[in-house]
C-alpha cells in the first residue's frame, strides 16, 4: 500500500515548467542537457518503479552527479528537464530560483530525501544541496535550519507570501511517507538570508497564548492510507487543510490512526503571520446538493437493508 502511494505521489505531481519558462541557452548546450536528460529520465524512473531496493539506491546515487553535470552547462536554469516525471521542479512566480526534491524509498517503507536549489544566475551555477538530516533534527516543528540540516520532503507546491516590510518568505507543501504506518505532510518556510536558504519561521499564529505558536513549520501526520488534503486554495487565498480525528476516542495521540473527520481548517495570511482559523467551511445545507433530489432507495433495491 505504501509503495502504491508513494508512486501515485509522483503521478499527481503538478507541470514542473511555468508556462512563460523558454529554453534559451545555447543549442549546443541545450543539445548536450537533452542527452543527459534522457539518461536522467531513466533512472529518475528506475528510482521510483524498479523493485529492488539495490537498483533504486545505485539509480539515485548515479543520478545525483549527471543532474550537476547538467546544471552545470550555460544556460541550464532555463532548461525544463520535463522529462523527470518522478521529481518535482518548482519556481516561484519571480523565477529567483527553483527546487529540486525527490525521495529514495526502502523495502522498510522508509525514506530518504534528496534535493537542491539552483539560484537563476547566468554568469556560473550557484546550486544548494539539500541534505536530509530529519534524524538529527530533535525538534522538527521547532527548529530553524539550513539547507545543510534540511528537514526533507517531496515538496508538491510553492506559495510566495510577503510582508509589508518586503520581506518573502516562501511555503512549500510537502509529503513524507515518514513510517510503514503513517504519513506526513508539511508546510515548510523557506526564505533566503545573505543569499543563503534558511527553512522554517515563526509565522504560524493560533491565537493568543497558544503553545502551537513557537512552531516553525507545520506537520501534520496521518494514517498511511488516509487521504488528506494541505494546500493553498487560490479561490479563497487560503491554505486549506483537513481537519484530523483518531478513529477510536481511545487512539488519542497515536497519529497512525488519525483520518479526515469532514471537516476542514487552514491559514490565511494576513501581511505578517499565517493566521489559524479553526473552521473553513461553516455554512449548511437544508437540501442535498442534487439539482433533482434522487431517492436511491426507488432506483436500487440492494439498498433496502431489510431486502
Known sequence: MKSAAFRLLFLLLPAVVPATAKETGTPAADSLI????????GLSDSMVLARDQLVRQNAC?????LLVRAL???????????????ISILYPDDRSFRIFTWALRFDDFSYR?????????????KLFPLYDARALIRKLADTVTDHQRWPGAVY????????????TYHLLFGWDGHTAQSN???????SFVKGKPVFGAALFDFG???????????????????????????????????HLQPEAPQLRGD????????????????????RYVEQVFTSTQAEPPFERPVDFRKRKKWYDPQR
Not at 506526513?184 to 523557506?190: C, N, Q, S
Open 34 to 41: 537533452a542527452l543527459m536528460e534522457d539518461s536522467l529520465a
Open 61 to 65: 546515487y548515479t543520478f545525483i552527479p
Open 72 to 86: 552545470r552547462q550555460p544556460g541550464s536554469f532555463d532548461y525544463p528537464f520535463s522529462r523527470l516525471r518522478s
Open 113 to 125: 530525501y534528496y534535493g537542491a536549489i539552483q539560484m537563476n544566475q547566468r554568469d556560473e551555477l
Open 156 to 167: 508538491y507546491k510553492l506559495k510566495t507570501i510577503t510582508t509589508p516590510s518586503g520581506k
Open 184 to 190: 506526513r505532510k508539511v508546510i515548510e518556510v523557506l
Open 208 to 242: 493568543p497564548q497558544d503553545s502551537r505558536n513557537r512552531i516553525k513549520r507545520y506537520i501534520v501526520e496521518y494514517k498511511e492510507n488516509a487521504v488528506v488534503t494541505l494546500n493553498y486554495d487560490p479561490d479563497l487565498q487560503m491554505i486549506i487543510t483537513d
Open 255 to 274: 497519529y497512525r490512526y488519525y483520518v479526515p473527520d469532514g471537516t476542514y481548517e487552514g491559514f490565511q495570511w494576513e501581511g505578517k503571520k499565517l
